[in-house]
């Protein structure tokens, strides 16, 4: 029964290691397929617990120990190991959302130089800064009357921005971990898991259901703002100061560190591109070439694109190539074979149509690929 109770302890030991070990960046656990069993493990974890808390007290009571000093110092390490899973080394505990200020253009202390995700819904423009999206992972809100869940991954590198609505219900989003290094939030009314990259359910009674991507782009605040002069923008949360200073450099790619690095090649893991998906289609475009060039003409599937990167070498947005045309760019001005637009697509000739806007993402490599294939 001695031996049955230190397996007892050795198995809630090696559960509790288990629980968080499949949805966090731990060696290993992010290259394999394991979500079924991760979300498994957690589903039923009060059940395991419950299951195994019976077991080794059923051992430790049949046991009769001379002393009750030793089991209890076995259980010490039990004790510390789940002290720490769950309460310091969970997703949600280390990441935590803010208190929301949104300021007007005017009133905003955020710099112009910092990059953003930006968000326009029935005319109403916001903008929300990724040092600060790069900490929260999500971010929720209210834009032009729609609700709005503006999430960021910093080991993938993504920004998207959700409708957090479940068959018109709006749901409420937690951070529970990460499956393939992408972020993953569990709804609060059936539990199921969410993809950050694609809005996807990967676990749950909802797997395979998709949450509506909203429009989004990602630039420069100073760059946002000249087209969008009445943006609201989101203001840091003074709780999390240190957290914010440890993004400072993310977002242009100085960051140090294994998980959110740069590379500055092409096609590497950790390199830089734009990637577009169109209907069932998906192909990505190198940065590198793309800072060179500071336009791409290309192709997604059958759908014609364009791909605009501004001086600043931050923002950029994409567009759907009218009658395979090839856009070119002097300046800030875009031109078809006979026709003019602003950088930002809107056509400058009287009566002309301004160019159809499609989302485009900046992404890390090994992201684009994993989620979408390696199409280039």
């Known amino acids: 029964m001695k031996a049955l109770f230190y397996l007892a302890v050795f198995l809630m030991i090696a559960f509790e290691i288990a629980n968080v070990y499949f949805i ?24 395991i617990r419950i299951g195994l808390g019976i077991l080794t007290l059923y051992s ?21 190991v789940a002290y720490q899973f769950n309460y310091k080394m969970t997703a949600e505990k280390m990441f935590i959302q803010p208190e929301l200020v949104m ?32 900490y929260h992972h999500q971010v929720r809100d209210v834009v032009g009357g729609q609700f709005v869940m503006v999430t960021y991954c910093n080991v993938c590198r993504t920004g998207r ?46 797997k395979g259901k998709i949450l509506p991507e909203l429009p989004s782009s990602q630039m420069s605040l100073r760059q946002w703002l000249k087209f969008h002069p009445n943006s609201k ?4 949360d003074s709780a999390y100061t240190k957290e914010y200073a440890e993004q400072k450099n993310y977002e242009n790619g100085n960051k140090k560190g294994k998980l959110t690095r740069t590379d500055s090649l092409s096609w590497k893991d950790k390199s830089w591109v734009v990637g577009i998906q169109v209907g069932q289609y998906s192909k990505a475009f190198d940065w590198n ?62 009566g002309m149509t301004s160019l ?21």
């Open 24 to 47: 966090m960046p731990m060696p290993g656990s992010q290259q394999i397929d394991s979500i079924g069993l991760a979300y498994f493990l957690y589903s039923w974890r009060w059940y």
């Open 289 to 350: 070439e793309l800072k060179e060039k500071r336009i791409l003409n290309g192709t997604v599937g059958s759908t014609p694109i364009a791909i605009v990167l501004a001086k600043d070498n931050k923002s950029f947005v994409a567009f759907e190539r009218p009658n395979l045309e090839k856009i070119s760019m002097k300046g800030d001005t875009l031109y078809s074979q006979i026709f003019r637009y602003n950088w930002y697509g809107v056509a400058l000739d009287p």
């Open 161 to 206: 921005v959700f409708n957090p609505k479940i068959e018109d219900k709006l749901e409420e989003f937690r951070l529970v971990g990460m499956d393939h290094f992408n972020a993953m939030f569990e709804d609060s009314r059936t539990h199921s898991w969410w993809r950050q990259e694609n809005g996807q359910a990967v676990a749950g009674p909802l």
């Open 60 to 80: 430790f009571w049949r046991a009769r120990f001379k002393s009750v000093w030793i089991p209890l110092l076995a259980l010490l390490p039990w004790a510390f």
């Open 233 to 236: 923008v989101m203001q840091p």
């Open 356 to 376: 159809k806007k499609i989302n485009a993402y900046q992404e890390f490599w090994h992201s684009w690929r994993t989620f979408h294939g390696d199409a280039r």
């Open 103 to 134: 300021n007007s253009s005017q009133n905003n202390k955020v710099s112009l130089n910092r990059v953003v995700i930006g968000v326009t819904v029935n005319g109403e423009a916001s903008a929300y800064p990724i040092q600060y999206l790069a």
